[in-house]
């Protein structure tokens, strides 16, 4: 492909960072760079320029999400391609329309990962074929496709709702967020009201009966 990729991994777990080193090198003459937080991303992309961004959603402090847009800003011409723990159904719409290239599991083998690295160096969007569906059928406006009304929640929010459905402190929330506990408490407040529930109870049965509170399996292998 030319000259040698730059390959910015944002992930706080090693062996999920080595897994994705070993897996790329394999199938591509490539630099990789590691971040482990939000904050060494942005650091790591303000000052290099790279070809490509991995990016996990879930990581002590800012979320993937939440620094996606920022990520945009420094290297507006670089495709960032989520990987994460998560179910499509939970974020991937979410990293799309928020400039993200691609969306995918942590669960998927390694062939899918140079798959998707493929597809969004090449330009395009990459999705499995069933979230492909879905969107499309979201579009055209397809019959049994609905639409919560936690899509109405900003990024942050829906992290802070997700976190209460996994049974998360106010406090606990705050310090892995970073926040005061007076700020998650707004945050609650605003969840609730948007989606006209009065408890975190109600926000636990919300949660995991949109599937929002599931998470697949942790992706690890390089080959």
Same mark, same amino acid.
């Given at each position: %492909?030319?000259?040698?990729? !730059? ?25 990789? &760079?590691? =971040?482990?937080?939000?904050?060494? =991303?942005? /650091? ?29 800003? =420094? ?9 994460? %723990?998560?179910?499509?159904? !939970? ?13 995918? %599991? ?5 062939? /899918?990962? &140079?798959?998707?690295?493929?597809? &969004? ?8 074929? =069933? ?31 997700? %976190? ?7 406090? /606990? ?10 700020? &998650? ?7 609730? !009201? ?30």
């Amino acid at each position: %492909m030319g000259e040698r990729l !730059q390959i910015l991994v944002v992930d706080d777990h090693a062996i999920i960072r080595l897994g994705i080193q070993l897996a790329l090198q394999h199938h591509f003459d490539a630099r990789i &760079v590691e =971040a482990k937080n939000a904050q060494e =991303a942005l /650091e790591r992309a303000r000052a290099t320029r790279f070809d490509l961004i991995l990016l996990d959603i879930t990581m002590p402090g800012r979320s993937g999400l939440d620094v996606l847009p920022e990520l945009r800003l =420094a290297q507006p011409e670089s495709p960032i391609l989520v990987m994460t %723990m998560h179910a499509e159904t !939970q974020f991937a719409e979410r990293v799309l329309r928020a400039g993200g290239a691609g969306y995918i %599991m942590k669960s998927a083998l390694a062939d /899918e990962l &140079v798959s998707a690295v493929r597809k &969004v160096l090449s330009g395009h969007r990459y999705v499995s074929e =069933a979230l492909g569906e879905r969107l499309a059928s979201i579009v055209s406006g397809g019959a049994g496709v609905t639409r919560g009304s936690h899509e109405a929640l900003s990024a942050r929010e829906f992290e802070v709702l997700r %976190m209460i459905a996994h049974g998360k402190s106010g406090k /606990e929330i705050a310090g892995e967020l970073s926040l005061s506990y007076k700020t &998650v408490s707004t945050y609650r407040t605003r969840i609730l !009201q948007k989606l006209n529930l009065r408890t975190n109870h109600d926000l636990t049965s919300y949660a995991r009966r949109e599937g929002l509170s599931e998470e697949a399996g942790l992706w690890i292998s390089p080959t």
